[in-house]
């Protein structure tokens, strides 16, 4: 698990230098740590390289085109918007769905469990039951492999930081 996110982050890495003219999205800094991306990814998808559209949703973070217009419809290699298949080039790219979903995070941040505070926890709900209805339950197996992923984490970084 903690493996994926770290491939996870490689990927980020290595797409983010090699299509450094991924079009600049603006909005200020982004919601969502990497950690936390790389988290909500494996719950949705496994992380899988090479995932593409299936149904409504594409990509590694499954998104779909309405997800993607919210996001502020975020392109590959400066694609206009409205071009037909800018939505499937953005959301099958790590990078470009990456920026879709810190998009989306920036118009729908919100304390879906109510404890006082928005992070990775709220973004991982609202990721999947969407910017209007994030309160509530959420998939058995969706929380439980998320838990998992941030658990691990936060084992490697306390064992990082015990010497
Ligand atoms: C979008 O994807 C199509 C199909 O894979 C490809 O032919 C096209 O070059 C892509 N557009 C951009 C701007 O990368």
Same mark, same amino acid.
């Given at each position: 698990m903690? /493996?994926?996110?770290i ?8 797409v +983010?230098?090699?299509? $450094?003219d991924?079009s600049?999205?603006?909005? %200020?800094p982004?919601?969502?740590t990497?950690?936390?991306? !790389?988290?909500?990814?494996?719950a &949705? /998808?496994?992380?899988?390289? !090479?995932?593409? @559209?299936? !149904?409504?949703? @594409? ?8 997800y993607?217009?919210d996001?502020?419809?975020? &392109?590959?290699? %400066?694609?206009s918007?409205d071009d037909p298949? $800018? ?6 790219d790590?990078y470009?769905?990456?920026l879709?979903?810190? =998009?989306?995070?920036?118009k ?5 469990? =109510? ?5 990775c926890?709220?973004?991982? +709900?609202?990721?999947?039951? =969407? !910017?209007y =209805?994030?309160? %509530? ?10 838990n998992? @992923?941030?658990g691990r ?5 306390r064992l &990082?930081?015990?010497?």
């Amino acid at each position: 698990m903690a /493996s994926a996110v770290i491939k996870f982050s490689a990927i980020l890495f290595f797409v +983010a230098v090699c299509a $450094a003219d991924v079009s600049e999205f603006a909005g %200020g800094p982004p919601p969502v740590t990497e950690v936390c991306l !790389g988290c909500i990814c494996q719950a &949705t /998808s496994g992380c899988k390289k !090479g995932l593409t @559209c299936e !149904g409504d949703a @594409c990509g590694l973070f499954r998104i779909t085109w309405a997800y993607w217009a919210d996001a502020g419809k975020p &392109t590959i290699r %400066g694609q206009s918007p409205d071009d037909p298949d $800018a939505y499937p080039n953005c959301t099958n790219d790590p990078y470009c769905a990456a920026l879709a979903v810190q =998009g989306y995070m920036r118009k729908f941040a919100q304390d879906c469990n =109510g404890d006082g505070q928005i992070d990775c926890y709220d973004y991982m +709900a609202i990721h999947k039951k =969407g !910017g209007y =209805g994030c309160v %509530g339950e959420l998939p058995f197996n969706y929380v439980n492999v998320f838990n998992q @992923c941030v658990g691990r984490r936060r084992q490697i970084r306390r064992l &990082t930081h015990s010497n």
